[in-house]
């Protein structure tokens, strides 16, 4: 059995790693723009050319004499590249003078994310704050899983932007003797949970000490269906440190009525309801 003290340390070094993360020159810290590819030619500030949709494809056409970096070849675009990309996934597409373009698509539109390694909130970066780590919200529970994936459709922190997931299950867990119910999203490659599984969630800490929702990764299901949901490494979504984010809100039900005391909470020199609509009264209806 791990001791609360192992517990504690593994978990300050894992918080540790996570900030590292964070503050690498074209990371989350690092947006500051979006923009919707247009159907005609359209410029982005500080990118030398042309951007446009062709059969509903980003394409951007560089200005001669110019130099953009093709970061899917490593090389420097050769007067036009076409990228494209799958619904809710993204690809870091062009760079020029240090500044990242990140190709996106949300609701079946490609738009690019600016990620700017002299952007002011990663230059301002001293850490994510957090709640004390707590032994008491390392909680024993059970993953459910659906015989067929769910469609979930979700509205985001992108006002009129909704994103589509397939939800294959529901971890149970009772929290201060309530029984909580939260649909889980497969995590990293596979889509079956055996590498992990995803929990967007809203609680009662939400828009005051924390931000409007947050998310937990869960270790994969046992053979019986156990898991261990750690609420500890809650984590904020970019959108909790930027206006440019498109995060997925939680599913419909996936509201713990009470509050999450363990953590990431809101990030210095942002208010708990940056980032987006606040969404935790329909939520909790």
């Not at 119910?181 to 809203?202: E, M, N, Q, W």
């Not at 440019?244 to 713990?256: K, L, M, S």
Request: aromatic content about 8%.
């Amino acid at each position: 059995m791990t001791s609360t003290i192992s517990q504690e340390t593994e978990w300050q070094q894992w918080h540790q790693e996570r900030e590292k993360a964070l503050a690498v020159p074209q990371g989350w810290l690092s947006l500051v723009g979006y923009h919707w590819i247009p159907a005609e030619d359209g410029e982005i500030a500080g990118f030398p050319g042309v951007f446009h949709l062709r059969d509903g494809v980003a394409e951007f056409v560089v200005t001669p004499g110019r130099t953009v970096l093709d970061r899917t070849t490593d090389a420097p675009v050769d007067g036009s590249s076409t990228q494209d990309v799958a619904e809710s996934g993204s690809v870091v597409w062009l760079e020029h003078d240090g500044v990242a373009l990140e190709l996106i698509r949300r609701g079946d539109r490609p738009a690019v994310r600016v990620r700017d390694p002299r952007a002011k909130a990663l230059a301002d970066f001293t850490g994510v704050p957090t709640f004390d780590f707590d032994p008491d919200w390392v909680i024993d529970g059970e993953f459910a899983a659906f015989q067929e994936p769910q469609p979930v459709t979700v509205d985001t922190a992108l006002p009129g932007l909704q994103q589509h997931y397939q939800a294959i299950g529901a971890v149970r867990v009772v929290l201060e003797g309530l029984p909580v119910r939260l649909l889980a999203y497969p995590a990293g490659g596979a889509k079956d949970g055996s590498t992990g599984l995803t929990v967007i969630f809203h609680d009662a800490t939400n828009g005051d000490v924390t931000a409007l929702w947050r998310v937990v990764g869960v270790p994969a299901p046992d053979s019986d269906g156990q898991v261990v949901v750690d609420f500890n490494r809650s984590l904020n979504l970019p959108f909790a440190f930027s206006d440019y984010g498109t995060c997925p809100r939680p599913p419909a039900g996936n509201v713990i009525p009470l509050e999450v005391t363990a953590g990431e909470r809101t990030p210095a020199g942002r208010l708990a309801t940056q980032g987006a609509d606040d969404p935790t009264a329909a939520a909790a209806q």
